[in-house]
């Protein structure tokens, strides 16, 4: 992740003109990937945000940006309750057009894919104890 820039300030984008809130964002740009992560309350807006991850292309609007297409690369969608009462939380990586998850060769090996996986969850860890670290000073 030594390329990606995390956002903070973030509040909301809109993906197809449907607000989504955002809980954290990261930019990738030499990857051309950026990585949403938001909580969904109620099952209306879970199936919403869903069906418009499904699509095939969905406009990206960032505050002050062009609006973008982008593709939803992969989901990571945990749900807890039913109903209005249901939370779910959506980790997605959106990618540009420029930009393809297969490599020329053909789609990754399971095995690759598992330690792409590792390598990004050591890279989270060491962000969440920078953070961690940078607010107890």
């Known amino acids: 992740m030594t390329d990606a820039r995390r956002s903070d300030q973030l509040e909301f984008i809109r993906l197809d003109g449907h607000a989504v809130r955002v809980t954290s964002w990261v930019v990738n740009e030499q990857a051309g990937t950026f990585t949403l992560v938001t909580i969904s309350r109620g099952s209306r807006d879970s199936e919403l945000l869903a069906e418009l991850l499904g699509q095939k292309h969905v406009e990206l609007r960032i505050p002050g940006q062009e609006p973008i ?25 959106l990618a540009t057009g420029n930009h393809t998850a297969v490599t020329p060769s053909g789609p990754r090996s399971f095995e690759e894919r598992i330690a792409t996986l590792e390598n990004d969850v050591a890279e989270l860890r060491e962000l969440l104890h920078r953070e961690v670290r940078k607010s107890n000073t």
């Open 69 to 93: 297409l982008v593709r939803a690369e992969s989901i990571d969608r945990r749900d807890v309750g039913e109903g209005q009462s249901a939370i779910a939380r959506f980790a997605v990586v």
